[in-house]
């Protein structure tokens, strides 16, 4: 506090479980307002709790403050007691024991800060404090102050060769010990720059500096119960004419919770800070009158302004933290007039804030001139569209519209938990703000992964482009990566033989980043085996299949494929002869296939041995698989021959006779039924060929035709059923082989040796 004129804080308790005093007030039957608390720093304690007492909120509780000895002597700076400490609990009210550290640094020096804390304990309880209901309040730490040891530890540093900040640590742990009795949590006033500061920018940084010091807050948050901001505003940044009631109340709040907000922002810096600041955080009001001008406290704007100054800010407040509320009441002129106003504002903004600026006789209103609202202590999320926010470099934040400002923040934790088939990337960032949004905020994380948000039914994955996505509300936040290539199942490669192409059917899927655009979740591999072609070992084609995040598994070749595409081998072997009209003449022929394999190893067909000669049959095997193949295997259909008849000899016989003469060739031929055969066209021709004695000829090829005598060629003796044909012997003598030539193919033949 400014000690010229021994400001202290009045902070609205929290609502939590470190709470000082007797309880939540009851409200009356007819009342419907929240638990309130208010802590009043005054130097008129007797005045001001009557003036309370007498417009008191049915739904309230009072901490009003008690200034220490001040007279040198042996009491200099202990608690007082005395009839402030009566007309305080004569009110119902909760009394704050004012301890100013500089008064004790002598002490302290001797003693240390801790037992300094523990003798102050006990000193409260000595003179009649009450741990049950009153407690104390430290007064100051923080910067600017007038106090050396306030300062220092605010900027961390040393102070009288020991650590200030370890001090006060140790101060505030003996404060709540005491020697024996109950532990009794208290109250901190801190100093901060004046609302209308030139630059705030080197406070702000070193008030984050101090956010960042955890092992302090957390003792804080142990030993403390309200930390009560300093925050007297400025006239000057509010009666503006021509600014709403509501833009006044947000340019008086961005003032007023600049403490809890920079906290808030710091992220992961000031967990610890934000955890205790969040339940112990209460900003005090100016209600300094008049004003003196020192030390940072602002100018009054005469009593009229200061009496409509005083609602606005009890709207202000009623209007952000709502059940914390706290006033400096500092007066030396109209006492009764600003103290009674402070009442009427608690009293009358119970159930609305607008109660602070409606009752009679009371307004928010003033124009003080030259007056100018001030953007120096704006929060990080403001009204608008498309507000972006940044935080701390890696997350960043854009919401659709902010309707009213706040801070927003982030506290992360490693991401130990991954939805299926993800890794994590990063941390996992719990985002908060306090500002209204709506209705949709765009999330980047600061990666290229894969942005998810935690919901009562897990992760869900919200991404819109790497590392970013949007959401419908704020909460967890993590980035994760597909690092997995998409799962491909195919079926077995069939047992069997195929006589087509076998296409094997897959299926893919990506329970992650899912399938690209060019994957298919069906697909099929495929052989492709020449046609006339068998393997026992085909290989199917391969596929690349990839996911979103550019994983990709190549998806075979699959071989060991059964794929016969060519027929049987057919092997005719000899080609048979049959008699002609031969009955059951078969023709049959081999089948073998190295594929699929025959069901027979051979095939066969009927053969037609209704004409004489040579013939073929069209024969088919078809494998396993149903391919066939057609051989057009040869047969031949002949006589049944009897050779020559007299009186030509047959071969081997030799016929000997004269040259130049005429002999009878005499035949029979029959069918395989033993009919006789009459046709003519059944002899072909008739050939000789001279040949060596020696070597009589076989093969007709060579011969020549010869003629008949006579007055036929050839005739057919039908009674002696037999072709007669008259040969004139060749005129030359020699050896010669006679042919008859049929038109089966068969050849009747005798040898001569003619002189």
């Known amino acids: 506090m400014k000690k010229a004129t021994n400001l202290a804080a009045a902070l609205v308790l929290l609502l939590v479980a470190l709470t000082v005093g ?81 008064q004790w640094e002598p002490y302290a020096a001797a003693n240390g800060w801790y037992a300094t804390g523990v003798k102050l304990h006990d000193d409260m309880i000595a003179v009649g404090y009450d741990p049950a209901r009153d407690t104390w309040a430290v007064n100051e730490v923080g910067s600017p102050s007038t106090v050396a040891f306030a300062t220092d530890v605010f900027n961390g540093g040393l102070h009288n060769g020991i650590d200030a900040r370890q001090a006060f640590r140790d101060f505030v742990h003996g404060l709540y010990d005491g020697s024996s009795g109950p532990k009794m949590p208290g109250v901190v006033f801190a100093a901060d720059a004046p609302q209308l500061a030139p630059d705030v920018t080197d406070y702000l940084h070193k008030l984050s500096a101090w956010y960042a010091d955890a092992p302090f807050w957390q003792d804080m948050r142990s030993y403390v119960s309200v930390w009560a901001q300093e925050t007297y505003a400025d006239p000057r940044a509010w009666g503006d004419a021509n600014v709403s009631l509501e833009d006044r109340a947000r340019y008086l709040n961005d003032y007023f919770l600049h403490g809890l907000r920079g906290a808030e922002q710091g992220n992961d810096a000031t967990a610890a800070a934000r955890a205790f600041l969040d339940e112990a955080y209460v900003s005090l009001e100016n209600e300094i009158y008049p004003s003196d001008g020192l030390h940072g406290t602002p100018p009054d704007p005469g009593l009229t302004g200061m009496l409509r100054f005083i609602s606005a800010q009890t709207y202000a407040q009623r209007s952000s933290l709502g059940t914390r509320l706290g006033f400096a009441v500092v007066v030396t002129a109209s006492n009764a007039t600003i103290e009674s106003r402070v009442a009427a504002t608690i009293h009358d903004s119970q159930s609305s804030p607008i109660g602070a600026c409606t009752a009679t006789g009371e307004s928010c209103d003033f124009g003080v001139p030259g007056a100018a609202v001030t953007d120096s202590w704006r929060p990080n999320t403001n009204e608008g569209e498309q507000v972006a926010v940044s935080l701390d470099g890696t997350v960043s934040l854009t919401f659709d519209s902010v309707s009213a400002r706040g801070s927003t923040w982030f506290s992360s934790s490693p991401s130990d938990e991954a939805p299926t088939g993800w890794t994590p990337a990063g941390l996992t960032y719990d985002i908060a703000t306090t500002a209204v949004t709506s209705p949709h905020v765009r999330v980047c994380l600061g990666g290229a992964g894969h942005v998810f948000h935690r919901t009562s039914d897990g992760w869900r994955d919200i991404t819109t482009s790497p590392g970013c996505g949007v959401a419908d509300e704020l909460g967890e936040f993590a980035l994760f990566v597909d690092v997995t290539p998409p799962d491909v199942t195919c079926a077995p490669a069939p047992s069997t033989w195929s006589a087509i192409d076998v296409s094997i059917p897959c299926t893919a899927s990506d329970g ?79 089948a073998l296939d190295a594929g699929s394999g025959v069901p027979s190893a051979s095939t066969s067909a009927p053969a037609d041995t209704s004409a004489p000669g040579s013939h073929s049959v069209d024969l088919m095997a078809t494998d396993n698989v149903g391919n066939s193949t057609i051989a057009s295997c040869p047969f031949s259909v002949g006589y049944a021959l009897s050779g020559f008849g007299r009186p030509i000899a047959n071969a081997p016989t030799v016929n000997t006779g004269k040259a130049g003469r005429t002999y009878p060739v005499k035949w029979q031929l029959r069918d395989a039924n033993g009919s006789y055969v009459s046709t003519l066209n059944a002899a072909a021709r008739v050939a000789v060929q001279p040949t060596p004695c020696g070597e009589f000829a076989t093969d007709p090829d060579s011969a020549l035709t010869v003629t008949a005598t006579g007055a036929t060629s050839l005739r057919y003796d039908s009674e002696a059923n037999q072709y007669v044909y008259n040969w004139a012997a060749p005129s030359t003598a020699g050896c010669y082989t006679l042919f008859v030539q049929l038109d089966s193919g068969q050849a009747l033949h005798a040898y001569f040796q003619l002189s």
């Open 22 to 102: 007797s309880g939540t007030p009851a409200a009356s039957a007819d009342v419907v307002c929240p638990p309130t608390r208010a802590y009043l720093y005054t130097n008129d304690t007797q005045n001001l709790a009557t003036r309370l007492g007498l417009n008191k909120s049915a739904c309230a509780d009072y901490y009003i403050s008690i200034s220490p000895i001040v007279t040198p002597g042996p009491t200099f700076g202990e608690p007082r007691d005395g009839a402030a400490l009566t007309a305080v609990h004569t009110q119902g009210f909760h009394a704050l024991a004012e301890l100013r550290p500089s």
């Open 512 to 590: 992650a980043s899912g399938l690209d655009d060019l994957a298919e979740p069906s697909f099929g591999l495929s052989t492709s085996v020449a046609p006339g072609t068998e393997t026992a070992n085909a290989s199917t084609n391969a596929r690349l299949v990839c996911d979103n995040a550019g994983n990709c598994t190549t998806v075979g070749p699959i071989d060991g494929i059964l794929v016969d595409r060519k027929g049987p081998s057919l092997d005719c072997g000899s080609a048979p002869t049959f008699l002609l009209n031969e009955a059951g003449a078969i023709v049959t022929a081999s």
